[in-house]
């Protein structure tokens, strides 16, 4: 039960998303908006768009629901995973009231409306780099792809936090008035990542992270 809730988790999450930027919009209305979502989180945000935020990082964010099925069977089966992904996509109507046609985040991805990052490490299993590509490709300019070399399906701030600098310049470009032109995961930049922004006169955004929303 609890592995057809995760995968259904996702779609149902978007809502949340919506509510959370809402939230922040009402809260702080004369700053910039941006979303930061990991895995289902970023998928939810995908499905939610257009979300009507100034910026949107998505990391390690399968496709397709089969792709990310067979992907994870394939981790422990092999190539069962090629009889075994169908008998799995077959039951997601009857048993979640969503058809797999409902699940694909790539489709989602030219409708963002805003500036976005696709970061990815090119050892992930659960979500190859080449669906990490797929997703980059399907997006529209300024879009932004970042990376990550030995990672696998991991929180990619704390595998390679110099890394992450591109993706926080990404976030201050977007999301701040005066951005600083130095790379850094602290001050400013931190504080978009973990979605715990104080107004302060240096900065103008707001960053909401869908990644924990099922948590």
Known sequence: TRYWRDW??????????MAAVEFVRTKTPDHQVGVVGWSLGGAAALFASPLEIDALVIESVYPTVSAAIHNRISMRLGPLA???????????????GIAASQMRPVDYVPEVGCPILIAAGDRDAHTTFAESIRIFDAAKEPKQFVEFEGAVHQDLLKYDSGRYGDVVDFLLTHLSDNPSPEKSVDGIGQAAIQSDLKPDESHSGDAVDASQIDQ
């Open 82 to 96: 090629y009889l075994l992904t169908p008998v799995l996509l077959v039951q997601l109507k009857p048993r979640l």
């Open 8 to 17: 259904s988790s996702d779609v149902c999450s978007s809502d949340l998303v």
